[in-house]
């Protein structure tokens, strides 16, 4: 058996604004932190030994990353930074407050752009070129996406980077994003295209799947003290 932990970041300046943030790349709140370290210390209790940390290029993963390997002792670990692990891009909703977005569209067409599968928020006007970006072929740059599009993008991470060191009976802990995560578990529980509109994923809160040698899930747990 290998265990296979996720974890959202903790609360980030545009959770606490209650903004739409995407690939925007902000810093997490004391709360946030405070978040981080208590997921460190939940898993530290279990006395997991991975080979590997997964994050996404945005500080807000990258830093809860770094506070959770503190925690478990285990900050020697190798941490693996990927765009394909960013989370949902928002394209034209980004940096809009979320009930501002709601009495502008209706509440139904924004549950869909939150949460549905395949629905895909407006369009930003034109991709936008970072410097954390340079290093990536332009390619990757998007003016927004469903949740199935970024599906596509974690799917060979998951499947190139992560699958491999299962298969070979090392624990893995991924720390990235709401929609990110809910893509990536739609896949481990095999939910529909409808159920996981009803999919959350917490601030700061495991989830630790346990996996057969054939990478079926067995158990699952959600650390939701």
């Known amino acids: 058996m290998v265990k296979l932990v996720l974890l959202r970041h903790g609360e980030s300046a545009a959770n606490q604004q209650n903004t739409y943030t995407g690939w925007t790349d902000v810093p997490l709140t004391a709360k946030g932190r405070q978040q981080a370290a208590l997921a460190g210390k939940q898993l530290a209790t279990l006395n997991y030994q991975y080979t590997a940390v997964h994050t996404s290029i945005l500080q807000r993963a990258i830093v809860t990353a770094n506070i959770v390997m503190d925690e478990i002792n285990q900050l020697y670990l190798p941490i693996h930074k990927s765009w394909r692990l960013n989370e949902r891009h928002y394209g034209a909703l980004r940096g809009l407050n979320k009930d501002y977005t709601r009495k502008l569209f209706g509440k139904a067409q924004v549950a869909k752009w939150r949460r549905g599968f395949t629905d895909i928020p407006p369009l930003l006007a034109h991709t936008e070129h970072k410097p954390m970006y340079a290093r990536y072929p332009v390619s ?19 499947w190139d980077e992560i699958v491999p060191h299962l298969r070979a009976g090392e624990n893995q802990l991924i720390v990235a994003h709401g929609s990110t995560l809910r893509a990536l578990i739609k896949y481990l529980d095999q939910i529909n295209d409808e159920d996981i509109n009803n999919v959350e994923v917490g601030n700061g809160v495991p989830i630790i799947y346990t996996l057969d040698e054939h990478l079926a899930v067995v158990d699952k747990e959600i650390m939701d003290d």
Do not use: K, N
């Open 140 to 158: 990757i740059l998007t003016r927004g996406e469903s949740l199935s599009m970024a599906w596509e993008r974690v799917a060979p991470y998951y």
